[in-house]
């Protein structure tokens, strides 16, 4: 493409000069200027710096973009959501679905040149269950025999049902046939990492780019933080010639106003999810083709600390949760075509029958719009008639303008129907999901994306051994009896099949709603605006970026 564009330039300048035209041929000078123009640039804007981009320490979308460019794992979804191979060219699986055989590219090298091999997919598989390392992760490998036993102390690394037969073939046997298994590793966590790299430098190599390797089709040439991050090609990447692209500018722009004037500059080709200002919606709906709302199946919430006082008390998230309009957040706040959320689970998810696992869940009771009396008489309960004798209620978010515009219309709320005052903190982002993690909070934003395409990736981060379970919601550490429930559904869930398996799911869902952990407050949809100039692009209904097929054509 680029030697084709190359020749019809010059062929341009010789006729023009031939027919007595005012254009010179091109000098030295003017072939390189030639050659600047035709290199293939896409600048995407993160929104964010990562607070990491290493596949087993990531936890959250921004990073992730990062990851699945560059690095691949087994499986790799492709734009209609299926799981083709990647870093294995196939795979067997055994009659009884419990051992998995992948056969991995003998092209796979990674970005220094070296093969990747199945013991790295090993060693990445282990680390992410080392108790040592912490990955929130983690729980995602407990589908594999003796995986969650290492986690736990209660079985060693020999024990885990992971081997690399020989260089190229990779054997995983699990506890119980998982029938999503190969859509589960496509995800961040399961991608291969070389254990040379992460020796040196373990809190911090994957942003080093002296240091970090990958396998995917782009590696990291530099990372500048709080600023950009820059991607070029892997030059050992098998697929290599599939890549069009000569370097990706990831920006982390904060303030959706200010990316939002960057793209209209031409200074941004690509805003990722929900980068653009709420009060801008309307109008590039109706006014912009490169605006565009897509599918995004996740669940925006707010997270109760069940483990601090007021929300450790159960009628008080009984009253902040029935006393918010969410009809009103979605059409007068976020514009965007969302859907309120009255469960966890959103829609697009379905049992083994086919049937929409939120519509046959229902509703808990809970009202798309405020019911104002029932939360008083919860707040009542909580001996707090009318919201006297309340401390302000502490609400933090991480800083954005679209995350700051809810909280601002749900203190509103909180503070015209229940009489209670309520105070905004942000944060930003890493600081943020640290504070939320430990604990250090009363009521906090959330949201969760779909890691793939079944009810269990919204359900089981709330087990006591999920590092997701930011609620605090854990038998373990505290009283709290129906989280011991909600374990034991998720554990049969496991091993169930077919209508025994959904009665697992629906019973946990339906604990986790009656405790009210969480304070769903909409189902997403994507926002993202995308240059005419950018081809090929593809974005799942997961939210998952992948730049390894995009084309730059003027």
Known sequence: MKKIFYVVTLLMAVLLTACGGEKEQPKETDTAAVEKQMEQVMTFNLGADPKSVDPQLNSATDG?????????????????????PAGAESVEISDDKMTYTFHLRKDAKWSDGKPVTAADYKYAWLRALDPAVASEYSFQLYYIKGGQEFFEGKGT??????????????????????????????????????????????????????????NGPFKISEYHMNDKVILVPNEHYWNKDSVKLDKIVLTMIVDSGTALTAYDNNEIDVLGSNQVPVQEIPKRQVEDPTFHIVPFLGTYYYIFNVNKAPTNDINVRKALTLAIDREEIVTEVTKAGQQPATGFVPTGLVDSKGNDFRATAGDYGISTTADVEKAKEYLAKAGYPNGEGMAPVELIYNTNEGHKAIAEAIQEMWKKNLGIEVNLVNQEWAVFQDTRHVGNFEVARAGWIGDYNDPMTFLDLWTSYSGNNDAQWNYTKGDFPENKKFDALIENSKVAQGEARDKD???????????LITMPIYYYTGVIMVKDKVKNWERDILGTWYFGNVEIIE
């Not at 691949?72 to 799981?83: P, Q, T």
């Not at 869902?509 to 405790?515: A, L, R, S, V, Y």
């Open 157 to 214: 690394k020999e024990d885990v049902g992971l081997e690399a037969v020989d260089d190229h073939t990779f054997k995983v046997t699990l506890k119980a046939p998982t029938a999503y298994f190969l859509n589960l590793i496509t995800f961040y966590t399961f991608m291969p990492v070389r254990e040379d790299a992460v020796v040196q430098k373990p809190e911090g190599w994957a942003k080093d780019p002296s240091i970090t390797l990958s």
């Open 505 to 515: 799911l629906y019973g946990a869902e339906k604990i986790m709603m009656d405790e």
């Open 64 to 84: 992730g973009i990062v990851v699945n460019n560059t690095f691949e794992g087994l499986m790799r979804v492709d734009a209609n959501g299926k799981a083709q």
